[in-house]
Every structure is written in structure tokens, then in C-alpha cells.
């Protein structure tokens, strides 16, 4: 019930972020907070009560007191992703620096043809 | 009124997702999908992590997306950032403690890195973390050394190298098994560390794939420092 | 009401007071720490729903990679919103 609550509201201060403020990098930070989020609620719905990780560690664990395993294997995948987008939009923030000199969207509204 | 307009849509969209969310029960037992892939884990793959099993025998075409999608964005950051004059990276050396100490621990954790990713069907682990784990020790040498090379082109090669194992471990599966990423070498017992067939070897592959694309991708970021 | 309960509740406060910290301040740097402040307590709140896996990953790759690639752009551009 906490962990539900506490991912949408990181969802939604990081969508505050990614539409009211002017500074690019600040934007890419409230991308990564979203993606906090979204991680966050996706392993709070696979928990099972009093259960313990899904690993067979010892030969007696019964597949019954176990954790979903399927959106630990996804969200794995996920924060490897957020990784790549996040590395890529910065190295476009660096390029668009060196052309315009100031970071700020409402500078940055001329597109040359 | 930007803000206002803002924090009344952020307003309805918390609201209707939290009354719909608190509806889903909290805690309950893992039905369908899970508790099968729970179950039969052990027989039909032999590796004892379950999470493993799935991200690398039941959903291995997915990590080999992945796997993609990060070489593409280690190449496009390269690409974007290509500057013909070679610069140098910071300015000055750090400290004696920094530049002592970082040459005793930086041995230790590429061998927690290669552990990490080796064991990856027995503990908690695999490639992505082992990965990320070496190229965290190549960044500690990068800030504390200011003449600490890594030679690009050796650094490609394993890359592409890794990447074509990935693939032709697949396509061993296509020819002596019956679908692509086939597990075709024996099981073994569950609990060693030669078991589990192919799961092992991907992982090795994915690990040294991982580690190269990041060092390559942070050696781009520091160099353009002028 | 057990301790674990307690624990989770105070781990969240700071999960979100972290997270306001980092979209409100206009110096950079000290929103990149904030930001990498909200992947070291999320790390641990993975580990506490039984997930170890996730755990690792996040602490690899969210507190080191992340900050310090915001850290090398920080450096080429400017350090304060206007």
C-alpha cells in the first residue's frame, strides 16, 4: 500500500519537472525520476506476503513461498534502457551548447533550413 | 498559469491511477506465468537463479534486443561527439592517497566484476552487473591518473567478438537443436558451476560486451573536456 | 505495527523528500545528488521486496553511471539555471 503510493508520486514530480521547467538538464533529470518510479511500482506488484527471493539456494524451498520472478526479469531490462536514453539525450544537450549558447528552451525555438 | 494548468492535470492523473491502484491486493501469491516458470526452472534449464533462467533461456531473444539497443547507443554517443582533434582529459593529477590507493583496488573489483558475472546462474548476478561493475573500476583509474590510456581498437574487438559469440551460440542451438537459443549442452547438477548448458557462456559474452561498450562510452565523455 | 513497517515508512519520506529537493534547486549540482540520493534509497527498498537482482543492478548502474555522465555535461555547459 506504501510502495503504491510512494511510486505514483515520484511519477508525478518528475512529470512536474519534465513540463514546467525551462532548463534542458533538468528536464533529463525528471525523465530519470519517472523511470525510478515506474521500476518501483513494478516490483511492489509482484510481491507475495512472506515470501523470499527466487533463488533455489537450499535443497528444501518450495516454488510456493517464493516472489514473482517475471517483473524482476523485466524491469532488469528496463533500468539497462533508461541508462542508454539517458546517455544519449545529454550528448545531444552537449551539441546543442556548443551551437546556441544557452540552455533554455525559449531561446532555442529557430530551426535553420 | 503554465503551473496551474500543470499541477490541476497532474491532479486528476495521481488521483483516478491511486483509486484504481489501490484496488489491485497487496501481497498475493503469483499465479499463471510465474508460478510456472517457479516450478519448472529447475528441470528444464538447470539453473538454480530463476530470475537467470528467464532473462536468459525463456526470454533470451529479449536480452539479445538489449544487447542491441546498447551497442546503438554507445555508437550514436560516439558518433554525435566525434571531434578531430584529440584533447586531453582533467587537468592535473589527484592526490597521493587517491593515486596510491586506486592502484591497490583497482585489481580487486575487475575480479568482483568477473565473479559477478561468472556466477551468474548461481547467486544474484549476471552480465549487465558485472559489466557495470568493471567499467566503474576503469573510471576510478581514469580520475585518478591523468595518463591512463586504454587502447580503443582492442576495446572494439572484444566488443564485436562478444557480440558475434552471442549469436553463434544461437545459431548452434538452430542447427544441432530444434529453435533458436536452444539449450543443447548437458545439464549437469544443479548447484556447480559447469551446469545449466549454454546459460553460463551467454552471460561470459554478455558480461565482456557490457564492460568494453561502457568503458568505450565514458573514455568518449572525458576526452572532450577541454 | 513491527519495525520493518516503520522502517519502509521513514525510507519513503526520504524517497520523496529527496525527489522535491532535486526538481526544486536551481544550483545543478546539488540536483544531481539529489538524484543519485533517490537511487541509493530505492536500492534498498528493492532489496526489501525480496528482489536482489534488481537490487545490484540499481546500485551499479543508477548511482554511479548516472551521476557521472550528468556530472561531465554539468561541467561543458553552465553550473546554474538562469
Known sequence: ?113 | MRKVIAILLLFIIGYYSLDVLLKIPFGESAGGVGKHYLESTIKETGAVNSVTAIVVSYRGFDTLGEVTVLFLAATGLGAILYDKKAKKRALQNASVIVKTSSKIIYPLIALLGAYVFVHGHLTPGGGFQGGAIIATGVLLMFISYRSFETNHKALSIIESLAGMTFVTIGFAGLIYGTSFLQNILPFGIPGELFSAGIIPLIYIAVGFKVGAELTALLDNLLKTIK | MNWLTIVVVILSIVLIIAAVFAVYQKDLLLAVIGTSAVSVVLSVLFYILQAPDVALTEAAIGVALTTIIFVITIKKTKRFEE
Open chain 1, 1 to 113: 500500500m506504501i510502495y503504491y503510493a510512494t511510486s505514483i508520486l515520484l511519477i508525478l514530480i518528475g512529470m512536474y519537472a519534465v513540463l514546467v521547467k525551462k532548463n534542458l538538464i533538468k528536464i533529463v533529470i525528471g525523465l530519470s525520476i519517472v523511470d525510478n518510479g515506474i521500476h518501483l511500482l513494478l516490483i511492489a506488484i509482484g510481491y507475495v506476503k512472506d515470501g523470499t527471493a527466487p533463488i533455489f539456494s537450499k535443497p528444501g524451498l518450495q516454488a510456493s513461498q517464493m516472489v514473482d520472478p517475471v517483473p524482476q526479469a523485466l524491469v532488469l531490462t528496463a533500468i539497462v534502457i533508461g541508462l542508454a536514453v539517458t546517455a544519449v539525450a545529454l550528448s545531444l544537450i552537449i551539441r546543442l551548447y556548443d551551437h546556441h549558447k544557452t540552455l533554455n528552451i525559449n531561446k532555442i525555438r529557430k530551426l535553420k533550413w
